[in-house]
């Protein structure tokens, strides 16, 4: 129940970040799909750490062991579980973190939750988890390899990247480090990233993610709406405070006369202010959202905190961490966003 | 699964506008618990239509009956069946719009996804789904009445209550029709509101909630996360486009440095721009986050659009529908907001 | 969780047998199936009491009311809630029992675990709420028309009906008020029934189902095998006690070279003691298995029992209560496989 | 959803017998609980193949390995995923198998449904899956040690050890390589299964269980009763055709006066034909149940059959089989007791 991401493709996860593997189960994918590993190992090199200067330099060869449910190359219907070895757990960077509860980390409730703490790291609360879901979504992705997911890096600290992302070239993503499209505010965030890691510091950013080449009618009233799916698996991705799709937040400033999408004789809209769902079910339009990150809670900077014991005192940031995790968490976005989709599509499947 | 909200504490729902009633099951209600059926009528009365000049001049009764799990005025354990008749559907009023799709309403999706239409409203799309959820939210309120929900509007249209949280009376809300505690703030919604009636259009808002009291540990990692489930919660809202919690947006422009909640020793933090909850966990600060409305699709102008058979038409709203949602929407976010932490306190006993 | 049924196809149900109504929520059933209401009705007065001389003599008219989720004469694909009033509850009937645990009822079970105790007769767990279940098992047998379910009477007691379902004809099932399609058994089965009743006593039986026409493939290993979903449903069932099929307990004696269906070229078995599921997936052979029924608790003889104060004390049934449950509950069985069959086939959907 | 067993405890599994390695998620396990690591291998040495003369002579190590949810000896409440290596997969015993669809296995039905056979074995449909049962149904045990759970050997074809539960010495169920408990009885049914083996023959058998110190109040009606998640857990254990508890089918041949268990003063019950289930709930009493096993479907001897082109052909078993799969099954149906009844025990503390 609590581990476990989706409705009819779910996918259910374990593993902490200084154990000996993470993985997970995907259970519900239908069989006789041709699975392409590299372009999982793929997905799942875009979110390794050390990949580049703006990212934390822990290396981890994060690769993924298929253990079932894949048989000659192609799915079975039988439930599909896979690992990823931990190599690289430098306990002891963490070791001096016992017992004190890091600010702004998760050390705290969950002491107080579970009245036992792995101290090794994050544990399960560690970003590491989310290797899982990359693995999971890579899957979904090639069963819906009809529709299209670009998330990209949207802003970093108060860089924003202004253009309407109708403007951009998504295959230029991966070109950048930092994975903006557009090339200008891509070095500008960088430049960023940059000057933030010197401070010993770190900085939050957005992710925008578009969907293209939705089919019309994903999504599952009242309270499976596809936009309230994909912001629980937005809001499931570590460090994110918020989330909004179409007009979000701007939209509360509105008019309806200014807001409304007007149709066009074939179902497509003039505008697209809906964000490409309405009513909880996808018009066919791109769907479009945008997710907030906070800084890293982990800074080269003295905090003063306290312990498991009530006494004050103060902790400083070792470790490898990200400055941003903002790059990295690209695709994060794609694979959960990948996720909900295919679960909605074959739902979907079962009004034909 | 579609029509079901929460793990333990379950509610499922049925009902059009224009159907006989709409109602629901209770599941996973404690056994025991003294019902105050007044205050759950009351907060069936801050949501229903007529209530004041700003909102939709319907006048609904909105009388819940409950059919079972009551006996003698307490909870027994057992499902809790209720119903609300709906006793005032003009459904004349949207005749003309048989085979008409309004903009940016569910016309469309609806039409595509399932096949036919229920064109004598909104049908299952209506936001006459939500007096279900604030029947089941009352009962999670009494059930959890040491947790202390105060949901405002906080912004409609351009008119932002700016003052920070802390400075306000909660006791106020109720006593402006906006529902906004800030006396100066609430004059000038109103203002707009009835501006934008008049010129027979509608416009978006801001609904903030504040949670107080609540205790260290609700929330159930990994996808259970109680941020996650509240955003999953306030998505489902009719007319949502985006939610934030804590620093949400802002915090995406921040440095680790300004944003991390330094702990003093007795647990609690200096500042809360984690907004009360740190990996997916309470941590016994107050709870805070914030929800987008979009402006209401139903305008009194007219606008192009289409209908089933591909042709184009105009459209000119007509029946008697908010020019602002949000004023009506504050005891529903409440109720939503009851619902998910009454489920997350039920799961959390579990590990006592 | 707990009074819902079914995966995708999902039954909610709320009552009690001396309340104001019963009814439930039917969640995932698809859009555009016409619904023959008569034919829900006809199954409703299979179960209902009264209707012979071998059945309680209680008079409820069971009269369901839909209250959403068809239009037009069609479901719409949203949840179908309906009700059932309760209009002959008798509650002076059981108002001697209010503080004595009746032998063999849940009342001392209920009493400990909810703490409260609703003594207006069985309350929630009457078999009452079977009707739930016949209505919704009604709408689903509609939805898969093509599937063929037959259940009856197959023993009284010690009076077995001994045929091979192969030479029975289901069509006289219901010209029996005892549903036994052969007619000396049946004549039989009534005497003993109406023997038992005169002695103020009761009596236990068992009901057989033959599904026919169901396609290959319908059934998900691991968990939610197709025999094992049918297993919980009969389990589910007031008053049973044990669940076989294909050859069942019979197959616990025999030699893997006496049980082996040997395959027909055309995929076919030559025998089928597997009851038409292999590894938990119908092969499109008929489904058949077998359901155990105690006697109903409530007797017209003195019995010693004890009261919620531990005091000893004696009881004697009053009230007007079935000899037998069984003839009954055929309709319940088929009512229960039907909503298993239809979950299962939209399953099977996905996987097209 | 397919792959996943309980409620709250919940078991995801994946893993095929000739794959890499089969294992399981175990999510909501409560945090704090002492692992005893030895008790788990204990249990899987139970179930392994190669333990005596009377099971197959494979030789599988079944070594679990913990991967996480477990640190320093206890469990942290996070999941817990394990894995067991295939270490003696000798997929050539099977290979002659390829396009064979062998009698009363699940080839047919598993290549209907998913368009693709797993040729290498059972794939998923081989009972090694219940080695994953096995360790998750011991940590089970050690969640709810005060209760005992005793399963036995009760049945091999027609030898019936007919003893009454009461009257047997639960620590001797080790003692015999059939797991009976009963020497005399135990002896005839070691001989009966030899017999079987050199005719190239299996037999069938049951299992009975028993279960004592059960808690008051375990059991969630209407759909999650007690027994009928008993029962649709041990009918989801492969080669299980039936499933009755406390009187089971006899008790559909009783009157009521028979049947009833009178209270007494204390709440516990003259006789017990209830088996310790009343209305769903667990009553105190002890709860007993039978499970029906049909004989191992490959045999060593000739049988006709077809192969996926509709060709007629024959089979004659190889590889290394069990005669008779109930001594090993003893402790799968008590790993799945464990479960229920954990699952269950958890459910009750949210009502506390």
Known sequence: MFNSFGNIL??????????????????????????????????????????????????????????????????????????????????KDYNHNTDVYRPSHADYTYDKKYGIRDHRGGGRTSARETANWVVAGALAKQLINHIKINAFTSSVGDVFMSKPYQELDFSKTESTIVRCPDEASAKEMIDKIQEIRKAGDTIGGTITCVVQNVPVGLGEPIFQKLHAALGQAMLSINAVKGFEFGSGFCGAKMKGSEHNDLFNPDGTTQSNLSGGIQGGISNGMDIYFRVAFKPVATIMQNQTTTNSKGEATEIHGKGRHDPCVVPRAVPIVEAMTAMVLADFWLMNKMRK
Chains 1, 2, 3, 4 share one sequence.
């Open 10 to 91: 779910k996918l259910t996860t374990f593993g902490e970040s200084h154990g000996i593997a993470i993985g997970g189960v995907i259970d519900g994918f239908p069989a006789g799909i041709k699975v392409d590993f590299d372009a999982v190992q793929q997905e799942l090199n875009r979110r390794k750490p050390g990949q580049s200067k703006i990212v934390t330099q822990r290396k981890e060869p994060d690769t993924v062991e298929f253990l079932s449910g894949i048989f000659e190359g192609f799915t079975t219907g039988a439930s599909i579980g896979f690992i990823i070895k931990n190599t690289n757990q430098k306990s």
